[in-house]
């Protein structure tokens, strides 16, 4: 499918006429009719929820709007914590599915009152120790080991990952938390990443179903919600093709109906922690050609660099460019399209085949709106960006203003030239 930038030339030249380049911008409109659409894909399960990843865009205007739209966090560090407590996102609103947790991130997730998902089954013991008691409401983190298989082969490799008990934990976890008092129980699994498939959910959901229906018979709890965590993904590349949520909605209800209802489970709330499907399609990167360099290839400089958006760089993920105004023009030319950085991998793509591409130009990169600005860091002392809001009313808002050098020379104030600095 031929991706096309939800914002035109014309528009991007009035937003830099007061916003700098680069900038992320995310789209108030995709991202309502998108969470809409999930919530009705998955109406037939009266608890359903989804729970934003907060990781993904840790933006509280984002947060907002998702809020209204129904959903509640998932948030794994203190910090997300209390960005989800500062959105008026709390209690059971919250799911805090964290790994190698420290104490401190416990006791906010508890003084929240968030539902708690416990990575490992000696987070048992630590978890009482540190908050003094174990929630009602619990939830273990499952991870079957070996490898994920859907029908056109394996998808992912479960039993390299760092998270989530072993099936026999998960037993002994819930006898134990049962033992302790803890009364609904809720279990979890992340198995595979940016699945492009409508089969990834209808696939985690038997197992995860089955194993529910196993553990209740077993130890006698009552499960009370199973949460299909993050996953689904996003066609990145034009040829691929997008998931369809209202076909992997009815894939969970069909396996709902197969496994759970017979067990007399018809009650189990579906949950889900999806970032990159609620938001990674409606935010792009806009940056500026600002160099040309004939070399032994042809590169174009920008003015944005890996730390704005470092998924190329770190695990050469394709994104995605337009040359905003050119979105018609063949695309006849071969660039290496280059950040500043001193590293040779700060490239947003590689012998990309885009039309000519001129200095001053806008280059919008797409589907930067989730795993996009939160993963940005300073090297090179380079400063975030900001972070602009395409309102539903054609408004755009400043919803994350750009790093100062005051920002970047904030944490040295404990040193004399640190001050000076600032
Ligand atoms: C990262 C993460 C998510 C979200 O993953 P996406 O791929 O963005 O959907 C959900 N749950 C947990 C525990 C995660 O670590």
Redesign the pocket.
């Known amino acids: 499918m031929k991706k096309v930038p939800f914002v035109t030339k014309e528009q991007l030249e009035e937003i830099a006429k007061v916003y700098p380049t680069p900038f992320h911008l995310y789209d108030e409109k995709g991202i309502r009719a998108n969470a809409k659409a999930l919530r009705e894909a998955f109406s037939w399960n009266p608890g359903y929820k989804e ?1 934003f ?1 907060v ?2 865009t840790p933006n509280p205007f984002l947060m907002e709007i998702l809020k209204e739209e129904g959903c509640g966090c ?1 948030c ?1 560090s203190y910090t997300e914590l209390m960005l989800s407590d500062a959105v008026g996102v709390n209690g059971h609103d919250i ?1 805090f ?3 190698d947790t420290p104490e401190e991130d416990f006791k906010l997730a508890d003084k929240l009152g968030a539902i708690i ?1 416990l990575d490992d089954i000696t987070h048992i013991d630590f978890l009482e120790k540190t908050i003094g008691h174990i929630p009602e409401t619990i939830s273990c ?1 499952f991870n079957p080991g070996g490898v994920f298989l859907i029908s056109n082969g394996i998808m992912d490799n479960p039993g390299d990952a760092k ?1 989530g008990m072993t099936t026999e934990q998960l037993s002994e976890a819930f006898r134990i938390l049962k033992e302790k008092g803890a009364k609904v129980f809720g279990i ?1 699994a ?1 198995l595979a ?2 699945t492009v498939t409508n089969e990834y959910y209808p696939v985690l959901a038997k197992i995860l179903f089955e194993q529910a229906v196993k553990l209740k018979q077993e130890t006698g709890v009552h499960i009370g919600f199973i949460n299909l ?5 996003i066609p990145y590349r034009p040829e691929q093709e997008q998931n369809d949520i209202y076909a992997i909605g009815e894939g969970v209800r069909r396996v709902y109906e197969e496994v759970l209802v017979p067990a007399g489970m018809g009650d189990v709330a579906i949950y889900t ?6 938001t ?1 399609p409606y935010g792009c990167l806009v940056t500026k050609a600002i160099h040309e360099k004939h070399t032994h290839k042809e590169y174009v400089g920008v003015d944005a660099c890996a730390v704005n958006l470092m998924r190329p760089a770190m695990y050469g993920a394709y994104h995605h460019i337009t040359v905003a105004g050119k979105e018609n023009e063949p695309c006849d030319h071969m660039y290496d399209v280059a950040g500043s950085l001193c590293e040779n991998n700060d490239k947003f793509a590689i012998d990309r085949m885009l039309p000519e591409i001129e200095k001053g130009d806008y280059l919008v990169i797409h589907d930067t709106g ?2 996009g600005f939160s993963m940005g860091y300073n090297y090179n002392g380079k400063l975030k960006s900001a972070e602009l809001l395409l309102c539903k009313d054609g408004g755009v808002k400043l919803i994350r203003r750009a790093e100062t050098p005051a920002d970047y020379f904030a944490t040295f104030d404990c040193f004399e030239v640190g001050k000076k600095l600032i």
């Open positions: 729970y990843a990781k993904a998932d794994s799911m599915s964290s790994n998902n983190r998270y979890h992340f990443s940016n965590s993050g996953g689904i993904g922690e999806l970032g990159r499907y609620m990674g989730a795993h």
